[in-house]
Nanobody, 119 residues
Framework: VQLQASGGGLVQAGGSLRLSCAGS????????MGWFRQAPGKEREFVAH????????LYADSVKGRFTISRDNAKNTVYLQMNSLKPEDTAVYYC?????????????WGQGTLVTVSS
């Protein structure tokens, strides 16, 4: 599975962005998908996960209620809708695919897209 993240950019605090992660390969729909982020000088952290069917989601406490993960398996795409953005959401966001626990290991990673939130 190859993944390509897009949709990052510069937004003011309180604004919204929608990230997309396009996957290749017919097996895309069999993978759970996660979003991670890495801020400058910090370790990569989990943001959200959605099961292969879209029926189960999990969010980090820091984004719960503000971010929504969704997927369209017909388009081989996963989305991360980010609302009420804060400066601390500034990071490179990565999508990844796995078949295990949402907080387990991920087999495939996209290249990342930069989100910058200005105060």
């Amino acid at each position: 599975v190859q993944l390509q993240a897009s949709g990052g950019g510069l937004v003011q605090a309180g604004g919204s962005l929608r990230l997309s992660c396009a996957g290749s390969g017919r097996s895309f729909s069999t993978y759970g998908m996660g979003w991670f982020r890495q801020a400058p000088g910090k370790e990569r952290e989990f943001v959200a996960h959605i099961s292969w069917s879209g029926g189960s989601t999990l969010y980090a406490d820091s984004v719960k209620g503000r971010f929504t993960i969704s997927r369209d398996n017909a388009k081989n795409t996963v989305y991360l809708q980010m609302n009420s953005l804060k400066p601390e959401d500034t990071a490179v966001y990565y999508c990844a695919a796995n078949k295990g626990s949402p907080l387990g290991s991920y087999a495939y990673w996209g290249q990342g897209t930069l989100v910058t939130v200005s105060s």
